[in-house]
Structures are given as C-alpha cells and as structure tokens.
C-alpha cells in the first residue's frame, strides 16, 4: 500500500514505536501489525473501529486481527480513544502524537471539533501533581457549543 509522503513519514515514525514496544514485550514479529499500522496512517484522524475493518479488508486483514490490532497499539501508545465514554462500537481512535499535550473542543450540537495548544494551561496541568503520578502527556477534552450554533440559536 503506497502512502502519500507525510503519512509514509508519520508511519516509520510509528513503527519504531511499535518494534521498541513489540521487543520490550518480548512479542513474535508480526507482518499483519506493520500492514494495519500502514492502513491506520493512511486513514482520515479520528476513525472507527468498521472504518479500519473496511480499509483493511482490501489488504485481507480479518475482523478480529483489527480488532486485537488495535488493542495492542492502544497498549503501545500508537493509538488513543478520543471518546472514552462511548461503548466499542462507537469508539473512535487516533494516532497519539509525539510528545504534544493535545486539548480538544467538542460542540456538543454539530459535533464540530477544534484543536488547540495553550502554554498556559498546559503549564498549569503539569504543575499540578495528584498521587504521585509521574505524567507524561494529557489530552483534554471541553465540550459546550461552538460559534457557529451559538450564533444560530439567536437567531432563531
Ligand atoms: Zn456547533
């Protein structure tokens, strides 16, 4: 499967995270896992769990290798949940950046979703420690209602 340059970029970046974690794991080497990794670095970000089956199945990957798949690179860090209150079904994954601190806003009318940094906040997040827990990245979801519905709900 050929990838356009930045996602054949994103998945040999991927991929030394996979081997590091399938070697520490002392984990046989798969082929299967390095064909899905490519398939996932070729899908638009976030996807479901039937996005993945159906791109994979032209590669003939079977449903439950997906599914096992993805709960290793949920282990190894290659993949997160960005709705974690949402059953498997509707689970939606995607790739975990580097060492970036993500925060997302979700508009809870039209779903929209917005992504942005902020030094300030991100400061105050690792400033603040909780039983001693040694973090090493956050993701933070805000969910309300973006300008746009905002804006049509005066309207109307
Ligand atoms: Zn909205």
Do not use: W
Request: aromatic share 10%.
């Amino acid at each position: 499967m050929k990838l356009p340059n930045t996602a054949e970029g994103k998945y040999q970046e991927l991929k030394r995270r996979l081997d590091e974690y399938v070697a520490a794991c002392s984990m046989r080497h798969s082929e299967v896992r390095n064909i899905v990794l490519r398939v996932v670095c070729g899908l638009e970000q976030p996807f479901t769990a039937a996005q993945l089956i159906e791109a994979a199945s032209v590669e003939r990957v079977s449903t439950a290798s997906v599914y096992n798949i993805i709960r290793l690179f949920v282990k190894a860090r290659i993949l997160h949940t960005v709705n974690r209150d949402s059953t498997r079904e509707h689970a939606k994954y995607e790739i975990l950046a580097g060492k970036s601190n993500t925060i997302q806003l979700f508009c809870t009318r039209c779903g929209r979703e917005l992504k942005f940094s902020s030094k300030p906040i991100a400061n105050a997040i690792k400033a603040y420690r909780v039983n001693n827990f040694d973090m090493h990245r956050f993701s933070l979801f805000l969910y309300g209602e973006c300008k746009v519905c905002r804006s049509y709900k005066r309207l109307f």
